[in-house]
Nanobody, 127 residues
Framework: QVQLVESGGGLVQAGGSLRLSCAASGRTFSSYTMGWFRQAPGNEREFVAAINWSGGSTHYADSVKGRFTISRGNAENTLYLRMNNLKPGDTAVYYC????????????????????WGQGTQVTVSS
């Protein structure tokens, strides 16, 4: 069992930056594929970014490529999402997720790969 707690969300102006963190409990964090997803009001949850267990492979949604960076600190049991050049369309609740499998980079974007989910943190980008 893994418990995930997101933090770092908030209100920011368009063009600004935020760094989200996801603290994981348990001793097996380093073995999990980790991902970030987001859900805006009235929309389905969508994939944002993912990283494999070692940090050597990452995958991004086209909408955030070049602006967001996912990373992980296995010694700290923490997942990060650095978000630059934020846009109003990035407004959503952001969720981190942990998966017990090791899929290919493309497959890391599928929600069914993830077994544990956090409660989310709100990101609001004003224009």
């Amino acid at each position: 069992q893994v418990q995930l707690v997101e933090s770092g969300g908030g209100l920011v102006q368009a063009g600004g930056s935020l760094r989200l963190s996801c603290a994981a409990s348990g001793r097996t964090f380093s073995s999990y594929t980790m991902g970030w997803f987001r859900q805006a009001p009235g929309n389905e949850r969508e994939f944002v970014a993912a990283i494999n267990w070692s940090g050597g492979s990452t995958h991004y949604a086209d909408s955030v490529k070049g602006r967001f960076t996912i990373s992980r600190g296995n010694a700290e049991n923490t997942l990060y999402l650095r978000m630059n050049n934020l846009k109003p369309g990035d407004t959503a609740v952001y969720y981190c997720a942990a998966g017990k499998t090791n899929p290919t980079a493309q497959a890391m974007g599928a929600p069914y790969q993830y077994h544990y989910w956090g409660q989310g943190t709100q990101v609001t980008v004003s224009s």
